[in-house]
């Protein structure tokens, strides 16, 4: 009982300093106070949604994604079926579904395989051998690039800090007559462990090269304290292919007269290598839970879901998406919600932000701030951020905003948080979701949300007609 007290407590008073360093306490806070008096009036609709909403089942579909299918690299066979696995999920609630495919880059994948049966995913520099013909040696670890021991052995060595340098690296371990090389990354560029990566040679070597993340490497040292470890190396480049976006609509009741649509859209693949529970299997977990939930409610817009393929290639499937959108199409687009990574158990990341492009206000950030206020919850906060599937519908003139669980010590600069595991091979269930915050994440959207489809009840656009 203290202890949630003292965390309220703790958490109004974040909060409010939070929106007051972050904006100032003129503008966005002005806008906040107003937010929390409306908001009281939607109360009653959001129960429909937070008394329905379960946190266990969303990660359920976490569990299939990140565990029964595992890394889903976009354009992949492993995304194929992750979308296969959310269309059928759709259906069974009774929604019609489409498939969208578009093309995507080619994807060098290499496997590392362990005498128990072991297979780890790395990524394979396409300058390097690529061949399923196995090369199989034992595993030296080398330091301070002493490659005196690496004859006729694959070496690992931790990568270099520039690309140039661990190109010399790769050149004077095959010199020296190594037969494979794995490079570790040490660290990722949002402060994370390292993570698997391609990588780049100018000069072709006729070993394998592969990128492997700063875990992988951390594991092949421990087993390599243990005793001598044999491994074989194989690779595949993968061409002409094709990723997808999975796409279910849940049509108006009566249509109104602006026959706007809502979108809440997450990314299903994941980085080569890593299972991807909290980036992004939480966000179309919870996508889907919000399905299940909604299909018993008449709405008086339309609610598009969309589980986008290829965001960590570059945003390819949201792209599409809003590519081959019309002019009127767009224009139809009232909001757009991009849960993407929304349960992580990372301590510093303390507040879920819904964020914008430029830091600006919309629908979608004033929608879930109000629902926030309503429920009691302060976890979320609006915030600046870019880098996921809410981009292109900004850069189309859409409301959009991206939900994720982050620690921001400061916005100018930024100095954020996000958990070290991110894009590694323990962005597990196991070691990186939150069960209390994907509910946290379920009710604030679910009820931002349906606040906004649900025209007679938003207090807040009533307001401001
Ligand atoms: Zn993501």
Known sequence: MVVKNKKLVKRIVSTTLAVSIAFGSLGYAAGFENVLANGKSGYSQDQKVVARVNAERAIEHVRYLSEEIGTRPGGLEAEHIAADYIAKEFKSFGYDVDYQYFPVGDQFIANVSFDNGTVWELAAAPNGKISDEAVTAEVVSVENNDFSNVDGKIALLPRASTVADYRTQVNDAVAE???????????????????????????????PVYGASYIHGEWLKEKLANGPVEVSLTAKHHSNLQSVNVIATKKAKNRNNDGKTVILGAHHDSVVGAPGANDNASGVGLMLELARVYQGYNTDKDVRFIAFGSEERGLLGSRHYVNQLSQEERDQI?????????????????????????????????????????????????????????????????????????????????????????????????????????????DIIGS????????????LEKKNK
């Not at 007559?177 to 780049?200: D, E, W």
């Not at 595991?421 to 509910?439: C, F, G, K, L, W």
């Not at 931002?448 to 007679?456: I, N, T």
């Open 448 to 459: 931002g949300l349906f606040d906004v489809v649900r025209k007679e009840v938003p207090a």
């Open 334 to 442: 009232e909001a757009v919600f991009v849960p993407d990574m929304v349960a992580t158990s990372y301590e510093k990341a303390e507040n879920l932000y819904a964020m914008t492009v430029d830091g600006s206000r919309n629908t979608v950030t004033d929608s879930t701030v109000a629902a926030g206020a309503r429920l009691g919850n302060s976890d979320i906060l609006p915030g600046r951020f870019g880098s996921s599937d809410h981009v292109p519908f900004h850069n189309a003139g859409i409301p959009a905003a991206l939900f994720i669980w982050m620690g921001i010590d400061s916005w100018d600069p930024l100095i954020y948080h996000i958990e070290k595991v991110y894009h590694t091979p323990q962005d597990t269930i196991a070691d990186n979701i939150s069960t209390e915050r994907m509910q946290s994440a379920l």
């Open 177 to 207: 007559g190594a037969v494979g090389v794995i490079l570790q990354s040490l660290v990722g560029s949002r402060g994370n462990f390292g993570q698997t990566f391609n990588p780049n040679l100018t000069t072709p070597v006729d070993v």
